[in-house]
């Protein structure tokens, strides 16, 4: 299976602050990564696909970038609504699989 | 807009099977991926398999053995069946749509299941 390796594991940070997310990938899965936000109690949301593609209706403060095997998530000027637990998952191969997570706690 | 609500019992017992449906609704179930995805309880996202509405499958090779999944496009609905569960299998159970490749875009609010005696 392919390991995804997200770093840091959380963050703390405060409104308004921009935040990067790295996912490491355990061999090359081209652009087949994908991210999400996921709240306590609550069913993951796509955040942005394909490594760069934002999902209808995400915010454009939200950015992603890499190739290869590392991929980074950034969330430009934090709000209040983005203090959540982000997952990155490789689609390139089977079984697909996630990172162990970062949570982005408030300051 | 398109919903998935997955249902079945929240209590399974050892050696015995888990059976979970998603009921999609606002759209229908035709020309897309379907995917189950589990979370047990502080761990992450565990992809289980996916299921394309025609009825073909691919799975998790560590569930393969045990996994059966199928379509009822009349109902518009997902079943998945996980036989022999032990403990491990205690998890939130989430039934989702797969854009192809590119992520998973709908998600259902998700079901608990615990395996227990």
């Known amino acids: 299976d392919i390991q995804m390796t997200q770093s840091p594991s959380s963050l703390s940070a405060s409104v308004g602050d921009r935040v990067t997310i790295t996912c490491r990938a355990s061999q090359n899965i081209g652009s087949y990564l994908n991210w999400y936000h996921q709240k306590p109690g609550k069913a993951p949301k796509l955040l942005i696909y394909a490594v760069t593609d934002l999902e209808s209706g995400v915010p454009t403060r939200f950015s992603g970038g890499g190739s290869g095997t590392v991929f980074t998530l950034t969330i430009n000027s934090l709000q209040p609504d983005d203090f959540a637990t982000y997952y990155c998952?490789?689609?390139?191969?089977?079984?697909?699989?996630f990172g162990q997570g970062t949570r982005v706690e408030i300051k | 807009q398109v919903q998935l609500q997955e249902s079945g019992p929240g209590l399974v017992k050892p050696s015995e099977t888990l059976s979970l449906t998603c009921t999609v609704s606002g759209g229908s179930i035709n020309y897309y991926f379907w995917t189950w995805v589990r979370q047990p309880q502080g761990k992450r996202l565990e992809w289980i398999g996916n299921i394309y509405y025609s009825g073909s499958t691919k799975f998790n090779p560590s569930l393969k053995s045990r996994l059966t999944m199928s379509v009822d496009t009349s109902k518009n609905q997902i079943y998945l069946n996980l036989t022999s569960v032990t403990a491990a299998d205690t998890a939130l159970y989430f039934c989702t749509r797969a854009k192809g490749s590119s992520g998973l875009d709908i998600w259902g609010q998700g079901t608990m299941v615990t395996v227990s005696s």
């Open positions: 998952q490789q689609s390139y191969t089977i079984p697909q699989t």
